[in-house]
């Protein structure tokens, strides 16, 4: 079964509006050679409003975090419905950086989710272990958990895609082998396939984020769990985001 392949921009707390405003006018010339591959960039946001005016058409808009919360005294959020409002289409939960600084929790994650759902955007859920958690060897079972106490929660089909980010390899230039990204793919599909089905666990998108660049995304792409990434420093260059992108198409 054909899953879409996904080409996923994550700034985190990066640039200004104007250095947002030359990264898309930079990308418009490789949008078009990006047929058949999703392209999201994820902003922070306040730039969500100028990007959503200022990307190519083809590329969609995403969020790097959502509230938990519908509306209401919840000061500094932002709530889905705030983000469908300005044109965002995909929203990241559960990264990392959210849980380890923000103290997001498997039952936040799930609540992130769902507000997500309510308001048509399109959810990655980011599961990934700790180095300590990798070297005790309870990998598989700390993505189980995160993973597991997301998909519990939802109907089938109210997640869009996954993103294995091992905390370990984020920002360190560290990447996980491709092999080892692989097998962890091939393991949440089967946690999905017991869970939702196989049908839906065969067309759930599975990512990988941690440390991809240029040169390696060809390796990750060539692993048959997995359908795209989800780029960090790398995607603050659109030159360098571009040729991730690129890599992604050449596997059709």
Same mark, same amino acid.
């Given at each position: 079964?054909?899953?879409?392949?996904?080409?996923?921009?994550?700034?985190?707390?990066?640039?200004?509006?104007?250095?947002?405003?030359?990264?898309?006018?930079?990308?418009?010339?490789?949008?078009?050679?990006?047929?058949?591959?999703?392209?999201?960039?994820?902003?922070?946001?306040?730039?969500?409003?100028?990007?959503?005016?200022?990307?190519?058409?083809?590329?969609? &808009?995403? *969020?790097?975090?959502?509230?938990?919360?519908?509306?209401?005294?919840?000061? %500094?959020?932002? #709530?889905?419905?705030?983000? *469908?409002?300005?044109?965002?289409?995909?929203?990241?939960?559960?990264?990392?950086?959210?849980?380890? =600084? *923000?103290?997001?929790?498997?039952?936040?994650? &799930?609540?992130?989710?769902?507000?997500?759902?309510?308001?048509?955007?399109?959810?990655?859920?980011?599961? @990934? =272990?700790?180095?300590?958690?990798?070297?005790? %060897? #309870?990998?598989? #079972?700390?993505?189980?958990?995160?993973?597991?106490?997301?998909?519990?929660?939802?109907?089938?089909?109210?997640?869009?895609?996954?993103?294995?980010?091992?905390?370990?390899? +984020?920002?360190?230039?560290? *990447?996980?082998?491709?092999?080892?990204?692989?097998?962890?793919?091939?393991?949440?599909?089967?946690?999905?396939?017991?869970?939702?089905?196989?049908?839906?666990?065969?067309?759930?998108?599975?990512?990988? %984020?941690? #440390?991809?660049?240029?040169?390696?995304?060809?390796?990750?792409?060539?692993?048959?769990? +997995?359908?795209?990434?989800?780029?960090?420093?790398?995607?603050?260059?659109?030159?360098?985001? @571009?040729?991730?992108?690129?890599?992604?198409?050449?596997?059709?």
């Amino acid at each position: 079964m054909q899953r879409i392949s996904l080409a996923v921009a994550n700034w985190k707390m990066n640039g200004t509006l104007a250095e947002a405003k030359r990264w898309a006018e930079d990308f418009a010339p490789v949008a078009p050679a990006l047929e058949g591959v999703e392209t999201v960039v994820c902003a922070p946001a306040l730039h969500l409003p100028l990007l959503h005016a200022s990307l190519p058409e083809s590329v969609r &808009l995403g *969020a790097e975090d959502v509230s938990a919360y519908t509306n209401g005294a919840h000061t %500094g959020d932002v #709530s889905a419905a705030m983000l *469908a409002d300005a044109g965002v289409d995909w929203v990241i939960v559960g990264h990392s950086e959210r849980r380890a =600084e *923000a103290g997001d929790t498997d039952e936040r994650v &799930l609540e992130k989710a769902r507000r997500a759902s309510e308001a048509g955007l399109s959810t990655i859920l980011c599961v @990934g =272990e700790t180095l300590e958690e990798r070297r005790a %060897g #309870s990998t598989e #079972s700390v993505l189980e958990r995160q993973l597991v106490s997301v998909l519990s929660g939802l109907k089938p089909g109210e997640l869009a895609a996954l993103a294995y980010e091992p905390v370990w390899a +984020i920002g360190t230039g560290e *990447a996980a082998s491709p092999e080892t990204a692989q097998a962890v793919a091939r393991h949440l599909r089967g946690l999905v396939a017991r869970h939702w089905g196989e049908e839906r666990a065969a067309r759930l998108p599975v990512l990988y %984020g941690g #440390s991809v660049n240029e040169k390696n995304a060809a390796q990750f792409f060539a692993c048959p769990d +997995i359908d795209g990434a989800l780029v960090g420093g790398a995607s603050l260059d659109p030159e360098r985001f @571009g040729h991730i992108a690129k890599a992604l198409k050449a596997r059709h």
